[in-house]
């Protein structure tokens, strides 16, 4: 009897152990392409949070700020590779991939922070997210947004478009790029942290980077004097987190779950973090630069420039003028409502690019 219990217990430790060893935490690391100093990367840090108190005892996300792990620009990379299992980032840095990541980051005088949210949530988007970073080997979730870019920061005032003929401003997104070179200037890419020491040693005239809150975390205000709105070449964007599709077929379906919805809650979570912070920042920097803004009539002209650009990338990529149909068609549907709750309504109605044009690009 005694051996027959003894045998007995042994096999109910056998199994008990066998379980823990199936449900043991899983450990990730995580980085992202923007350092501690920019104000950016709260809203990684705060997804994390909500990721890790959500998961706890299923999975634990270890992160990193970014250069600590790999270079910002390797972080796309490193998660393809699985040589990190997940790594946040802006879209519009891997566009050199595939031109798609341009408008999955952001737009040109187009969508505003919650039309970016319609779109990914109700509309289609998500699903386009995952499948241009599923050619690379990875899932997407988007969990962040902002609404539009500052604008520019100069130590020479810009009030005209006149202003930015022969200007050298760092400026981000493809795109985005062909627009200020049409306009006159000419775009110098560099990484965030380069931006104080390039205004400050003049290698550049001006920058624009984000938020007015990430600019002021930058301290774009000690090394210029003007800043000019709105930030027409950013008009909001999206940050999320690239998930190593292997690493992500690892975890069971309840905690890829509470992962998404720690995403969607994220998303939520930045638009009014970001809002207060920028709001905050703009009455900083009234204090110390003066702000200048572009007319009507500039920006009229602007939007008009802005859609024959985006005509003109999505119609060099098949994938890029997929991107562009979804969100053109989604302005289009929402546009009757948008039109009629006016002016109690979730922003304007663009005079945007032909989405016929665009549509026969796509079917190419």
């Not at 005892?57 to 620009?73: N, Q």
């Not at 930015?164 to 997104?173: A, I, N, P, Y």
Request: charged share 20%; glycine share 10%; proline share 4%.
């Amino acid at each position: 009897m005694q051996t027959k219990t003894l045998k007995t217990g042994v096999f109910t430790l056998a199994l008990i152990g066998a379980g823990a060893v199936a449900q043991a935490e899983t450990s990730w690391q995580m980085t992202t392409t923007w350092p501690n100093s920019l104000e950016l990367i709260e809203m990684d840090k705060h997804f994390v949070d909500l990721a890790n108190k959500l998961t706890a005892g299923e999975l634990k996300i270890e992160f990193f700020e970014g250069g600590s792990l790999v270079p910002a620009g390797e972080v796309f990379g490193a998660v393809e590779s699985g040589t990190i299992q997940a790594g946040g980032d802006w879209p519009g840095y891997w566009a050199g991939r595939d031109p798609a990541f341009s408008p999955l980051a952001t737009t040109a005088s187009l969508f505003n922070a919650v039309d970016y949210v319609n779109w990914i949530q109700q509309w289609g988007g998500k699903e386009l997210y995952n499948e241009v970073y599923g050619k690379f080997g990875m899932v997407y979730l988007p969990y962040a947004v902002t609404n539009n870019e500052s604008g520019f920061h100069t130590k020479e005032p810009i009030r005209t478009i006149a202003d930015l003929q022969g200007k050298r401003l760092r400026l981000s997104g493809l795109e985005q790029g062909r627009l200020l070179n049409q306009l006159g200037g000419s775009q110098v890419s560099m990484a965030g942290g380069e931006i104080y020491q390039s205004l400050e040693r003049g290698v550049i005239d001006g920058a624009e980077f984000s938020t007015p809150n990430v600019d002021w975390s930058g301290g774009f205000q000690q090394v210029t004097k003007y800043w000019a709105t709105p930030g027409w070449h950013q008009s909001a964007s999206i940050f999320g987190v690239m998930i190593n599709k292997q690493a992500w077929e690892a975890l069971s379906p309840e905690t890829r779950e509470k992962l998404e919805i720690a995403a969607e809650a994220n998303l939520m979570w930045s638009l009014s973090f970001t809002e207060r912070r920028a709001n905050d920042a703009y009455k900083q920097f009234k204090e110390v630069n003066e702000i200048t803004r572009m007319d009507d009539a500039a920006l009229e002209q602007i939007q008009t420039m802005a859609n024959a650009v985006i005509e003109e990338a999505a119609c060099e990529s098949p994938s890029s003028a997929k991107i562009y149909l979804s969100q053109l068609e989604y302005l289009q549907d929402y546009s009757n409502w948008r039109a009629a709750s006016a002016p109690f309504n979730l922003g304007r109605n663009p005079n945007g690019p032909d989405i016929e044009k665009i549509r026969a690009c796509a079917s190419k």
